[in-house]
Structure formats: structure tokens, C-alpha cells
């Protein structure tokens, strides 16, 4: 219900950051306690939060409070400055059924569907598209590597799955690169892109912001 709960939920995952060596009650006084350890950090907190301490309370707003600035502002589409191509993908993500699940300002419904990626016969809840041409891999176990490969999957995915694939079709080449030229235009304003130099914790930088 807020960015705040949803920060905790990979930290308390079994397979996203927990692990196995603790338990959804221990591994926040273990982050808690790693944190407190770093001067960095602390110095950072408290710049942040004042006299509050480290604690799950202010990890979780500070995640949220950076995930905040991963807005795509000044998109092509906000500004209605789509190129020809850009015009055919918006028409043919309609037809081909799309906006089933992505609608809206933010190009999700945020309801649970049924795909049956990697088996997976539980609902999991469609994502926004905004900047989706700078998150993949895709789907929710990262299964998908590039668009093209969701585009073709959307093209054999079990429409008996969930009501709302009963419209979805696939995509020709020639209709798959329309598309993918629309969702560059939900994807090219300005967001927070910038990789810091070195990190509090010592650790190497990781990751690729394209």
C-alpha cells in the first residue's frame, strides 16, 4: 500500500536478498546492525532522519524516498510528440489487445494476472511501462531478456490463463518494431540515471542504468 512496505519485502524475501542463513525476524537487526557499522552511513542518516536511529523505519523510507526520483518526466508521449512510427505502435498496442493491463497515466491496471511465466500459475501484478525500456530484463523473474522476446511471448502466452489475455495477439516483426518504438516515447524524459562513483559500504558499483 505504500513504497515504504513494498522496500521491505526484497529484503525480507527468501529469494531476492534474505537468503537462507536468516529469518524474515532477524534479517532487519542484521541490515540494521551492517549499516551502523559504517560511518558513511550513519553520517548519512543522520543527515537524513536526524536524531532517529538506523532501523527498518528509516531504511525503508530512504529506498522509497530515492525510487521516488525514477520518474520519467517529459516523455515524448506526455509531450504528444510522437514520430509516425511511434504513432502505428500506440495504434497497434491497442489492437493487439495491450491495454487490457496497461492502461491508464502509468500504463497499468496493477492488478494480478496469470501468465504462466516459468511456470508460475499465480497471479503477479502487471507493472507500469513507463521507462520499461530501461528495466529489462523482463518479467517478473527476469526470464525475458529484451522486448522483442516479451512481444513473441505475448504471441504464444495460454489466454486461458486469465480473462484479461483473451484479447492479446501477437505481433509481426514489422508490428513489433512499431511497438517497441512507442514504449521508447513512455521512456525518453529526464529520471534520476546518475551511477555513483563509489558507494558508503566499500563495495564495487554495480548495475547498468541505460
Known amino acids: ?14 529469494d531476492e536478498m534474505r537468503g537462507a542463513q536468516f529469518t524474515e525476524t ?15 552511513y550513519v553520517a548519512r542518516f543522520s ?16 529506498i522509497a524516498s530515492f ?15 510522437l514520430t509516425a512510427q511511434q504513432q502505428r505502435g500506440r495504434d497497434e498496442f491497442a489492437r493487439h489487445g495491450c491495454l487490457g493491463c496497461h492502461n491508464g497515466p502509468l500504463f497499468s491496471d496493477y492488478r494480478l494476472h496469470r501468465l504462466g511465466v516459468s511456470g508460475l500459475t ?15 530484463p523482463y ?31 501477437g505481433f509481426s516483426p514489422t508490428e513489433a518494431a512499431d511497438v517497441k518504438a512507442f514504449l521508447e516515447a513512455l ?14 559500504s566499500g563495495l564495487p558499483v554495480g548495475g547498468v542504468v541505460r
Open 26 to 40: 532477524t534479517i532487519f537487526p542484521e541490515v540494521e546492525g551492517r549499516l551502523r557499522a559504517l560511518p558513511d
Open 67 to 81: 525510487e521516488r526520483t525514477l520518474v520519467d518526466r517529459n516523455s515524448s508521449f506526455d509531450r504528444n510528440a
Open 122 to 136: 499465480t497471479g503477479v501484478r502487471a507493472p507500469s511501462l513507463r521507462g520499461v525500456t530501461k528495466t529489462g
Open 1 to 14: 500500500r505504500s513504497l515504504e512496505a513494498q522496500a521491505a519485502q526484497p529484503i525480507l524475501a527468501l
Open 139 to 169: 518479467m517478473h523473474d527476469g526470464s525475458l531478456p529484451t522486448l522483442d522476446a516479451v512481444l513473441q511471448f505475448y504471441g504464444r502466452v495460454d489466454r486461458r490463463l486469465d480473462p484479461a489475455l483473451g484479447g492479446v495477439r
Open 187 to 200: 521512456s525518453d524524459g529526464a529520471f534520476e540515471s546518475a551511477v555513483p562513483a563509489s558507494l558508503p
Open 47 to 62: 543527515a537524513a532522519f536526524g536524531a532517529q536511529p538506523i532501523s527498518r523505519d528509516t531504511i525503508t523510507r530512504a
